[in-house]
């Protein structure tokens, strides 16, 4: 199975400052058709996950343009450009090359200072 | 617009069985399929298998092959995920999520498993 090795675990943040979480894969998240399933997720607290990020750098819809995510091979990165009070919440790397299983990583939670 | 609605939180006695639903509307039923997902309490998120709501194939995590089923009714546009021999470690939120890059997410079924 790949692991999912996300860094920070806890990331207290300054309203209006940038937050980044790294994500780390056991191997390469390039699948055979060139494309890399690497997704992002938020959980705000007493919510389901909502997708942010697919493919590494896609954005879902409704999705703010502060969220940005970027990364190739193993080695990925959420950026928040600016957090806002909404922001708050645990978010998930997931990879959806290697399957099965569907694997996320530990989650990092974003919390205000 | 895409909703995944699931039913309401069950409470079970350990070695039961619990069957969680999952209603599907604003899309094309038969053209996706739908995961089941479960997050214990104050826990990350762990995939537990699939169904092909087209043909009826599932994939099930080898964790719980041997107790979970998957099923769907094409008539009413619905996934049923029943696990069986329930003990209190399977006491979580369970979802049901639309396709591999989980897309969209149902509200959750909290599954409470107590003696």
């Known amino acids: 199975d790949v692991v999912m090795t996300q860094s920070p675990l806890s990331l207290p943040v300054t309203l209006g400052q940038p937050a980044s979480i790294s994500c780390r894969s056991s191997q390469s998240l390039v699948y055979s058709d060139g494309n890399t399933y690497l997704h992002w997720f938020q959980q705000r607290p007493g919510q389901s996950p909502r997708r942010l990020i697919y493919?590494?750098?896609d954005r879902d819809s409704g999705v703010p343009d502060r969220f940005s995510g970027s990364g190739s091979g193993t080695d990925f990165t959420l950026k928040i450009s600016r957090v806002e009070a909404e922001d708050v919440g645990v978010y998930y790397c997931?990879?959806?090359?290697?399957?099965?299983?569907?694997?996320f990583g530990q989650g990092t939670k974003v919390e205000i200072k | 617009q895409v909703q995944l609605v699931q039913s309401g939180a069950e409470v079970k006695k350990p070695g039961a069985s619990v069957k969680v639903s999952c209603r599907t509307s604003g899309y094309t039923f038969t053209g996706h399929y739908i995961h089941w997902l479960r997050q214990a309490p104050g826990q990350g998120l762990e995939w537990m298998g699939w169904?092909?709501?087209?043909?009826?194939?599932?994939n099930y995590t080898q964790k719980f092959h041997d107790r979970v089923t998957m099923t769907r009714d094409t008539s009413i546009n619905t996934v049923y995920m029943e696990l069986s021999r329930l003990t209190s470690d399977d006491t979580a939120m369970y979802y049901c999520?639309?396709?591999?890059?989980?897309?969209?997410w149902g509200q959750g079924t909290l599954v409470t498993v107590s003696s």
């Open positions: 997931m990879q959806s090359t290697h399957w099965p299983p569907w694997t």
């Open positions: 169904i092909g709501c087209s043909s009826g194939d599932t």
């Open positions: 493919k590494v750098s």
């Open positions: 999520a639309r396709d591999g890059a989980f897309e969209n």
